[in-house]
């Protein structure tokens, strides 16, 4: 305990700077706009940012609080145009759109807002909180892993990534498979020889993942735009009156929001899982226990708390194996691994030795970015839904131009702007096909070091396979990705994606 109180007061001593204070202000009020509009979701603003990111110059501090307060604001946001236009902004927000939307319809639109914003606090600061415990216990528990165990661990982040959440195992398999040959585009790291780079010199030094991320989600939405001809959706309902605190019903919700915090913190912290996973346990779980009496389904408080307090905790635990294992708890946090790489900060065990600075000052910037975000998303909400009027005829040209000047200003290639436009139609045709991008980038951040691990075990021992199940973590973690990749195949008869409710 006074190891935990001592990290946390020097995170506090940086993140109550100024300058810190306003990144992270500045990202929550970002990441609440991008979780609003439906279809950008908390990955795609992350990834729009990122350029823009180190354009600004920020240090390894300043770009993680600010891009991490982007990612707890989108999960907030989220439920914005879920409970307004029964679209949800992004796939973790589906399950709030059951009770939300029916709760807007009956002309409680703000008291259904503002519900969801209180469980959303509950949910992130009570995962923040799990982090700062759990986290350095993990990194600690980490110093036993050898390359048979890193191997393992990749193995259970790409076979547990599809889930439940994805439509189709094998396409998640193929996705996965496609990010990790592209991981291998460039020099062998170990006999310096060009792989699969058809002689042209700008693929020597392989795919800048920045780059595929930008264009997997941020350029591949825009070709989708596109398609679509400028259409928009459905008008939704109109926020109308003053917004008040329904505080007699957030109350009845008390004993939901810290059950559904501990479900979703668990889903969150495993490789793969995430926040949809998170939504959709906790509002399953609080159903089951209502019962019919409940009236889940027809615009309650308990079915609006359940889903925002599961998935803004998922998101808060999927932190916890991306800065412990280097191992991305979900699509988000792919991304902001991303970013530690290209600032050359190694996530695993010895961040917490090598970096504290920058570990606790991002946990402390989350626990007051929470407190920013239930601020805004109370008094200010009536701004945040302004922002689903803006036309998407002005919003994606500067999603777009927002996306080149930032790659072109990270790295002055004009083939890797090439490239932008070329993981664009990748991202658009694998949308098309129903595959889903998350397995590619995480094949593309993952595949070289899994690669590492696989060699450095045979090195070890001598070309002999069994040593991958040579001690117990890695024999365990193996079965765990078997477990996981085939596990969901008979589930998915059983537990479906939620479809959106029909006015």
Known sequence: MADLLANLSLGFGIALSPYTLLLAIIGCFIGTIVGALPGLGPANGVAIMIPITFSMGLDATGALILLTAIYYGAMYGGRISSILLNIPGDEPAMMTTLDGYPMAKAGRAGDALVISGFASFVG??????????????????????????????YLLAFCTLGGIASNNQAKAALASCLGIGIA???????????????GNLHLYDGIDFLVAIVGLFAV???????????????????????????????????????????????????????ASLGSFMTYMMEKSIAGEKGKFGTGVAKGIAAPEVGNNAAAGGALVP?????????????????????????????????RPDVVWSLIASLLIANFVLLAMNVPMVKVF????????????????????VGIYSLTGSYFDLLLVVLFGVLGYVLRKLDIPTV???????????????????????????????????SSVLIVAAIVGFILPIFLRGRIRKPQR???
């Open 220 to 274: 591949s939405e825009v070709f989708f735009f596109i398609e679509s001809k400028g259409k928009s959706g459905a008008a939704g309902i109109k926020l109308r009156g003053r917004v008040t605190v329904p505080w007699a019903e957030i109350w009845t919700t008390r004993w939901t929001m810290i059950r559904c915090s501990v479900v979703g913190f668990i889903a969150g912290v495993l490789p793969g899982a995430g």
């Open 322 to 354: 991306m800065l412990t294992l280097g191992v991305p708890g979900s699509g988000t946090t792919a991304v902001l691994l991303a970013v530690l790489v290209t600032l050359n900060i190694t996530p695993g065990p010895t961040l917490f030795v090598e």
């Open 501 to 503: 409710i029909s006015d």
């Open 385 to 404: 839904v302004k922002v689903l009027e803006v036309p998407p005829a002005i919003l994606m040209p500067g999603v777009t131009m927002v996306s080149f």
């Open 184 to 198: 291998m585009i460039g020099l062998d790291p170990n006999s310096g020889l060009p792989r699969m780079t058809g």
């Open 124 to 153: 992130a600061f009570l995962a923040t909180l799990g982090l700062a415990v759990l986290a350095p216990a993990l990194s600690r528990i980490a110093y036993e892993f050898g390359p048979a165990e890193y191997f393992a661990l």
């Open 439 to 473: 397995p590619v980038i995480l094949g593309i951040l993952l595949g070289s070091k899994m690669e590492k691990q696989l060699r450095d075990a045979m090195v070890l021992s001598d070309g002999d396979w069994t040593y991958l199940f040579s001690s117990t973590i």
